[in-house]
């Protein structure tokens, strides 16, 4: 049965891309059938006519994986917007049956498999019908738990804690937090870490340098992160 977990942030532009793509990176590395799917993608590049899905290229060639970029997602918008709006403006309405079907065969062809979001966890898919579609609903809809993505600068506390009450106020379990962008010699950062471990009970299981090339995190530790479904 092929394990997974998903990966939120504190918001966007928070570097899931860059750190999703060391998590799967560091299972292939040591030797696990580890994979990628990203729902929603908005912001793609258009390149000599076809849309390119920045995010996906570049888990993809970090991680050593195979195929297209366009293997490892559902819907692709070209407008940098939140989805719900991108997928507006293109007339393309995100479904999340569609995801569950694609997720399905996606998961299947690996025994983990890193689920990356868009923007942070309240972000939405779409606003139109008389049931909104947000992350949080990506999220139960492929009975995933969560690492939480955060900056380690000043500001991280609130925002990460904001994160990790919400999730817990809407049934979703947190297994771990990541502090990007970190500055190991910076008294402020490592006090942020002290700090959100204490008040979230939710532990840093890793802290990412600007530019870091592999992820360091005890690779059990990291496999026990994922979850059977």
Known sequence: MTKGIFITATGTDIGKTFVSALLVKKLRDNGYNCGYYKPVLSGAELKSGKLIPGDCSYVKDIAGLGGEPTDYLSYMFEPALSPHLASKIENKHIKLEKIQKDFKEIKNKFDYIVVEGAGGIVCPMNLDSNKPLLIEDIIKGLNLDIIIIAPAELGSINSTVMTVEYAKNHGINTKGIILNNFLPDDRMQQDNKIQIEKLTNIPVIATVQNGEK??????????????EI
Do not use: A, S
């Open 214 to 227: 592999d992820l360091e995190i005890n690779i059990n530790l990291l496999t026990e992160k994922f979850k």
